[in-house]
């Protein structure tokens, strides 16, 4: 039987009877004939789908960085509703998107489940299949109970990660995500160039002796409270991917998790050799910020001008790795990406360019729009201070 999306929520609980969900596993709508789809989410959760989700909410906008591998041709075409962040904070991908995708503008639209409470009510005037949640927002949801308002509505909802530990975590989203939505060919697909791709670094450095390795500081978001300074990955996100290239991550010894704020000072007495941030065109959402411009629509002119404000901070010349040219900027969304594949091998090439003479990240990224990206490889994601 069917019902129209917007039907009152007390009907459609009548027509679900029969087919109740267990909330604590957030199981939905259980098989009627056909064998159930099921998955293990990246919160651990059991996830039961009648068939493959075609109407798909997105908890988190820049999910679609990893929801889209799987769809490059028609990223939208399943996607009901989705978190407004990537409109916000990566502006120039989601102008990208709309260009290819102009049905995007008119989809409904809430607040990213990570920061903000996640509109149940709106979720289920949508009338979903399925929506989809960052691993980032699964306490947040828990102590909301967003699982159990959506499983008491008959909507299962899923748990992926491409932040929290991207580089543990991404194959076995995109497994979750192409099982739920019917593509596991398209995962396999993906996951093979994924292992394939990260292999070629961390399989070199696996042995690298520890007196070999070199102390790195990132800078997590460069410039983007012109006001402040300084934040650092700490043991997670790229914080984690700087280490599986055989870097020493300066800030994981300081902050187990995903980073703190640390004082310049700190940083002036341990004069660390390599100095990596990352960066992206936050102009558009926050005042006055003088992020490093990465994405689709920039240049290398605004990028190294950039880049140079950042180093010639007060203090910041004195640093060796600024002395030495060794200070780097990064596109700061390949932090929520499977895309962070890229950076890995960027960071392999910046810290060893004769261990990893032959592998080149621009024709790595320009492959990755080619088979996996529903938009076409423009602008500048990556740079050196000159």
């Given amino acids: 039987m069917s019902m129209p999306p917007n039907a009152p929520v007390s009907r459609r609980r009548l027509l679900l009877s029969g087919l109740a969900l267990t909330a604590a596993a957030g199981l939905p709508r259980p098989s009627l004939g056909a064998d159930p789809i099921t998955a293990t989410d990246l919160a651990g959760r059991t996830i039961t789908l009648r068939a493959p989700a075609r109407k798909v909410i997105l908890g988190e906008g820049r999910l679609m960085y990893g929801f889209s591998t799987l769809v490059p041709r028609s990223p939208f075409e399943r996607v009901v509703g989705w978190a407004d962040d990537m409109i916000m904070f990566d502006p120039g991908t989601w102008r990208k998107y709309r260009a290819a995708c102009p049905q995007a503008e008119r989809l409904p639209r809430f607040s990213n489940a ?83 791709e990260t292999r070629r670094v961390s399989s070199r450095v696996w042995n690298l002796p520890a007196n070999r390795r070199i102390t790195v500081l990132m800078e997590r978001a460069a410039g983007y409270d012109p006001n402040s300074c300084c934040q650092t990955f700490g043991n997670a996100n790229l914080g984690v991917t700087l280490q599986e290239a055989g870097g020493i991550n300066w800030g994981a010894g300081r902050f187990p998790g995903l980073g703190g704020n640390v004082n310049p000072e700190t940083i002036f007495t341990d004069d660390p050799e390599v100095i990596i941030g990352t960066g992206a065109d936050w102009s558009e959402s926050v005042q006055g910020s003088r992020g490093v411009p990465f994405g689709y629509e920039a240049t290398p002119e605004r990028v190294q001008a950039a880049i140079r404000a950042l180093a010639e901070r007060p203090g910041w010349p004195s640093l060796r790795a600024v002395k030495t040219k060794r200070f780097y900027s990064i596109y700061h969304q390949f932090y929520t990406s499977p895309a962070h594949l890229v950076a890995l091998q960027v960071f392999a090439k910046w810290l060893y360019p004769q261990q990893f003479a032959d592998v080149d990240p621009d024709a790595t990224w320009r492959v990755y729009h080619e088979r996996f990206s529903p938009i076409p490889l423009t602008g500048v994601f990556w740079a050196q201070l000159a």
Avoid: M
């Fill in 114 to 196: 990570v920061n903000a409470d996640f509109s149940t009510e709106q979720a289920i005037s949508l009338d979903p299949d399925l929506v989809i949640f960052p691993l980032s927002a699964h306490q947040r949801l828990e102590a909301t109970n967003t699982y159990d308002k959506l499983a008491r509505a008959g909507i299962p909802t899923a748990v992926v990660d491409f932040r929290e530990q991207p580089s543990q975590n991404t194959s076995p989203s995109i497994e979750v995500l192409g099982r739920l939505l019917g593509l596991d060919a398209e995962a396999r697909g993906f996951n093979d160039y994924f292992l394939r």
